[in-house]
């Protein structure tokens, strides 16, 4: 069965500085993958998504991800962290049809 | 256009009531998925329906999860004889078709608390 999983519940960083959230899957196949990110009490919002077009995808406010099929991961991140970017981020994987997989989730702080 | 939307946003129920969550997908989506997300557990997989049909209803935690799409819109997710556990947040979700290229579109949940 895939899996997925988040290394890192928390991540904290300073305002301006790199954000790296990682991923990496479990599968005999290479799923589908999205990144979303969560807001307090709010419903999730897809950041970006890799679906084989191409390795290096970009998404919604500054973050992208690149698919390594060798490391099985595909780590979330943006150059500079900004106060708005405060929120718990999840990645999920899909194949075929139906159901996304999620991780656990990582909830990222910024510190000013 | 409009989102998903899902009402209650809120709900207390008492032990042993039965409770109906409901789900508004995204016009013209025919996919439609119902999530749970809980401290313990994180976001699980409840079922999901393309058109009025569930192919895959592997998540229901029990026999007291039941969920109904009628019309090929709407969605209920009933749970009956609620427990103490149930307590999370019920999200769902809708897709242009059921197919993981389709990104799925995410409502802001109801927050289900039994007593």
């Known amino acids: 069965a895939q899996s997925v999983t988040q290394l890192g519940s928390h991540v904290s960083v300073s305002e301006g500085a790199l954000v790296l959230l990682r991923c990496n899957y479990s599968?005999?196949?290479?799923?589908?993958l999205f990144w979303y990110v969560q807001y307090p009490n709010q419903g999730l919002q897809l950041l970006l998504k890799?679906?084989?077009?191409?390795?290096l995808v970009k998404g919604i406010n500054g973050f992208e991800a690149e698919f390594k099929k060798s490391e099985t991961s595909f780590h979330l991140t943006k150059p500079s962290a900004h106060m708005s970017d405060a929120a718990e981020y999840f990645c999920?994987?899909?194949?075929?049809?139906?159901?996304?997989?999620f991780g656990q989730g990582t909830r990222l702080t910024i510190n000013p | 256009g409009a989102g998903v939307s899902q009402s209650p946003s809120n709900k207390v129920t008492e032990k042993g009531k039965d409770v109906e969550l409901r789900c508004d997908p995204i016009?013209?989506?025919?996919?439609l998925y119902w999530y749970r997300q809980s401290l313990g557990q994180g976001l699980e997989f409840l079922i999901y329906?393309?058109?009025?049909?569930?192919?895959?209803k592997s998540g229901l935690p029990s026999d007291r999860f039941s969920a109904e799409r009628t019309g090929g819109s709407v969605s209920t997710l009933t749970i009956q004889r609620t427990q103490q556990e149930d307590s999370a947040v019920y999200l769902c979700?809708?897709?242009?078709?059921?197919?993981?290229?389709?990104?799925?579109?995410f409502g802001p949940g109801t927050r289900l608390t039994v007593t």
């Open positions: 979700a809708s897709s242009l078709r059921a197919l993981s290229t389709y990104e799925q579109y």
């Open positions: 599968s005999s196949v290479p799923p589908y």
């Open positions: 890799y679906t084989s077009a191409a390795t």
């Open positions: 999920a994987g899909g194949q075929g049809a139906q159901k996304l997989v």
């Open positions: 016009s013209g989506h025919t996919a």
């Open positions: 329906f393309q058109g009025n049909s569930a192919p895959d």
